[in-house]
């Protein structure tokens, strides 16, 4: 029961404090009241990766309250994957909680993320408007890999990342199941900033040209199509 899992949580706060990675996804019985309060109260200073996937629409508000801790001094990967309907809806599904513009503002402009070195944003639609938010934010600059799988990203969303001196360090761009297209390829090629990028992950449906494909090889090093 909800009751149990809560209980169950709050004994792993009080005995775990050294506990370096959590997973929280898929709480949509459990919220993240809970795991927040514990947040709060230090239960969690060595925590340096957290998983939130797949939030529930009520969970997912929540994100605010989450950004604006203190307590999470040794965070570096956060994950907050979108959920991603398939098969049956849910008898409880009543809006789709998309990470939209306040809620990322809210997180980006945090004191959390300008310690983080991975952020994983896959599935959440993307508008440009959240990419330039995304790439003009200090708080980005110590971004080690950044995963934007199946975000809806085009040409010229990668126009805004390929431009951003703040993710000059990045060395790892998931890009899968974006229709990035030949332009966007060559503005990722093109960026006088990714001199770190060693990493590009692309969607093999992506239809690039062969020097395309050999040109994000030579620049990047190692380049993947992925199915």
Known sequence: ?????????????RQAPALQSLDLSHTRGLGLTIPL????????????????????????EQVQELALTLNLP????????????TGPVPEWWDEAPDLCI???????????IERLTHLDLSK?????????????????CNLLCLRLADC???????????????????????????PIGENGA?????????????????DRKVNLTRRARKD???RFGSFSLQS
Do not use: C
Not at 47 to 60: G, H
């Open 152 to 178: 809806g990203l085009r040409a010229e969303q990668m126009e805004i990342l390929a431009g951003s001196a703040h993710l000059s360090k990045l060395r790892i761009l998931d890009l899968r199941g974006n």
């Open 37 to 60: 309060s514990m947040i709060h109260s230090h239960a969690f200073p060595y925590l340096r990766a957290l998983k939130l996937d797949n939030l529930s629409p009520d969970s997912v």
């Open 102 to 112: 306040d809620r990322l503002n809210a997180l980006i402009h945090s004191p959390m």
């Open 74 to 85: 040794a965070l570096r990967q956060l994950s907050i994957q979108s959920w991603t309907r």
């Open 216 to 218: 994000l090889e030579a």
């Open 124 to 140: 959440n639609q993307l508008s440009t408007e959240m990419i330039d938010l995304l790439a003009s934010a200090n708080e980005t």
């Open 1 to 13: 029961s909800g009751t149990w899992i809560n209980a169950e949580l709050l004994h792993l706060g």
């Open 186 to 202: 060559r503005e990722l090629i093109e960026s006088p900033h990714f001199n770190d990028l060693h990493t590009i992950y692309v």
